[in-house]
């Protein structure tokens, strides 16, 4: 069973919000968090959500939907 992306205009745009956000929120937390010893922790924690969020939005299996 192998893992299958699907591509089109509607994902490129919702890949591209979620890219968008993700990036405002590591940008928030860098100026947020500077000196917290827990930064790096946090910033892989929002990662894996983000990872998630793609699988989310480019799989068409249900599977790999409900894995993410």
Known sequence: MGVVFLVDW???IF???VFMISGCVFFYIVGYMGG?????RFG???L???LSMFFVIVSPRF???LLG
């Open 44 to 46: 892989l924690l929002v």
């Open 63 to 65: 599977i790999i939907i």
């Open 10 to 12: 509607i994902r490129i």
């Open 48 to 50: 894996l959500f983000v």
């Open 15 to 17: 890949v591209g919000v």
């Open 36 to 40: 917290d010893k827990r930064i790096v």
